[in-house]
């Protein structure tokens, strides 16, 4: 699979003769604790440092929940990673932060960019710049257990293909003990894991709206197309018939992983974690259709920038770097060892990915797929989880609770786009 690595820089696209040559430098690249993704740079850099004996990288990782904070912190003091991982919806935040610099266009051609990646990567534009690269891009499919389904008289190669379908194998697969309380769960679920973002970008539409106005500014997901998209998945851990509970071993995927959870939805970056699973056998398909067979999807991914403090031989060395965590080469080897999708159609989509049995439903996904804009990730993530909880823990109805959510979301875009 390993390619001479000095071709990278040509099939990336990048222009060799901008990037000089550093010698015996060093630079820092940060990102996130994910063990898998960690394993990938790791070897990533092996790679990379193997082709550059004067470049040395040093990878730096933090916490999940403390990342950004070290990043704000660093760049204050006036130090901070040459090479710094980030998610899309934290771009803005980033940007205003002045935590990272514009890709030269030189370097990384706009159209370039445009004609190999998949068109989600133009959540990392602003007014005709680039800020960054994704090495893997990252959609939503439905995990489920199949012993769990044969157990329960489902046929373990029929996962369901409907929202209907869901809801009849949740029922069918969930269990409880004699006091009836629910000792494993029909589908995990949590707003703080993927589900924001089936019901954001999934279920609302699958209802029939939409969760923004085209331009971002004003939330629309406080109608009745929402109120029913909220409705039918609140109903999945409310009432005596519920076949799930929000927070079931704390975390969606702790449940899936542990046998206790018939279904979950997750993304690509879940299948290096599930792939170590010995206890069961387990599927993946594409989220369900709605019942006139229309599918919703959402995709995402991480980027890869250039720290705002990188000049001089230091922001040579990032940019050979940057290029190479976005080469074809890379993309493989994080398909590999994380199971994140490729972001370049060339090595995406090949006949092989297609048809695997795991990666395919991903890959469809991405074809009817949504890409959040952001203005604060955590924010409105956060918005969603108070949702979910007033509904689960206070007994607040869908319809409070949504017109609640909506408000707070609405001020959050409001507060960004004053200050534009």
């Known amino acids: 699979m390993r390619r001479a690595l000095a071709l990278t820089a040509l099939s990336a696209g990048v222009s060799l003769a901008a990037?000089?040559?550093?010698?015996?430098?060093?630079?820092?690249?940060?990102?996130?604790?994910?063990?898998?993704?960690?394993?990938?740079?790791?070897?990533?850099?092996?790679?990379?440092e193997e082709a550059n004996p004067d470049i040395t990288v040093n990878h730096q990782t933090f916490p999940y929940a403390d990342y950004q904070t070290r990043v704000v912190a660093a760049n204050v003091a006036g130090q901070g990673p040459d090479v710094v991982q980030l998610f899309y919806g934290w771009l803005d935040n980033f940007i205003a932060g002045g935590l990272i610099q514009p890709l030269d266009p030189a370097v990384f051609p706009a159209e370039e960019i445009e004609a190999d990646f998949f068109p989600i990567v133009s959540a990392m534009e602003r007014d005709g710049q680039y800020w960054g690269l994704p090495t893997a891009v990252r959609s939503l499919a439905l995990f489920?257990?199949?012993?769990?389904?044969?157990?329960?008289?489902?046929?373990?190669?029929?996962?369901?293909?409907?929202?209907?379908?869901?809801?009849?194998?949740?029922?069918?697969?969930?269990?409880?003990?004699?006091g009836g309380n629910i000792t494993s769960v029909g589908i995990a679920m949590g707003m703080a894991?993927?589900?924001h973002q089936w019901w954001r970008e999934?279920?609302?539409?699958?209802?029939?709206?939409?969760?923004?106005?085209?331009?971002?500014?004003?939330?629309?997901?406080?109608?009745?197309?929402?109120?029913?998209?909220?409705?039918w998945?609140?109903?999945?851990?409310?009432?005596?018939?519920?076949?799930?509970?929000?927070?079931?071993?704390?975390?969606?995927?702790?449940?899936?992983?542990?046998?206790?959870?018939?279904?979950?939805?997750?993304?690509?970056?879940?299948?290096?974690?599930?792939?170590?699973?010995?206890?069961?056998?387990?599927?993946?398909?594409?989220?369900?259709?709605?019942?006139?067979?229309?599918?919703?999807?959402?995709?995402?991914?991480?980027?890869?920038?250039?720290?705002?403090?990188?000049?001089?031989?230091?922001?040579?060395?990032?940019?050979?770097?940057?290029?190479y965590i976005s080469s074809p080469e890379a993309m493989e080897i994080w398909l590999e060892v994380v199971g994140e999708l490729p972001a370049r159609h060339e090595v995406a989509l090949t006949e092989e990915n297609l048809a695997d049995p795991v990666y395919g439903p991903f890959l469809a996904g991405l074809e009817y797929a949504h890409t959040t804009i952001?203005?604060?990730?955590?924010?409105?993530?956060?918005?969603?989880?108070?949702?979910?909880?007033?509904?689960?823990?206070?007994?607040?109805?869908?319809?409070?609770?949504?017109?609640?959510?909506a408000e707070e979301e609405q001020?959050?875009?409001?507060?960004?786009?004053?200050?534009?």
């Open 233 to 323: 998945q609140a109903e999945l851990y409310l009432g005596d018939d519920a076949v799930t509970q929000v927070g079931f071993m704390d975390e969606p995927q702790a449940a899936f992983r542990a046998g206790r959870a018939a279904m979950t939805i997750d993304g690509t970056f879940r299948l290096g974690a599930f792939g170590s699973i010995e206890d069961f056998e387990w599927g993946v398909t594409e989220l369900p259709a709605n019942e006139e067979g229309m599918r919703s999807n959402y995709a995402s991914y991480f980027a890869n920038a250039i720290g705002a403090r990188a000049e001089g031989e230091e922001l040579e060395a990032a940019q050979k770097f940057l290029d």
């Open 144 to 178: 489920y257990n199949k012993d769990i389904f044969e157990a329960a008289g489902l046929d373990p190669e029929n996962p369901p293909q409907t929202l209907d379908e869901l809801v009849e194998a949740a029922e069918a697969t969930v269990e409880r003990d004699g």
């Open 193 to 195: 894991g993927q589900d």
């Open 374 to 405: 952001f203005v604060d990730e955590a924010a409105q993530r956060q918005v969603a989880i108070d949702m979910e909880s007033r509904m689960s823990l206070q007994g607040q109805s869908p319809a409070d609770s949504l017109a609640a959510a």
């Open 202 to 231: 999934g279920l609302i539409r699958q209802f029939g709206g939409q969760p923004y106005s085209d331009d971002g500014r004003t939330v629309t997901y406080n109608d009745e197309a929402g109120l029913a998209a909220t409705t």
């Open 411 to 420: 001020a959050i875009l409001d507060a960004f786009f004053a200050n534009q």
């Open 19 to 48: 990037l000089g040559s550093a010698q015996a430098v060093e630079i820092e690249y940060w990102q996130y604790v994910f063990d898998t993704r960690v394993q990938a740079m790791d070897q990533l850099i092996a790679n990379f």
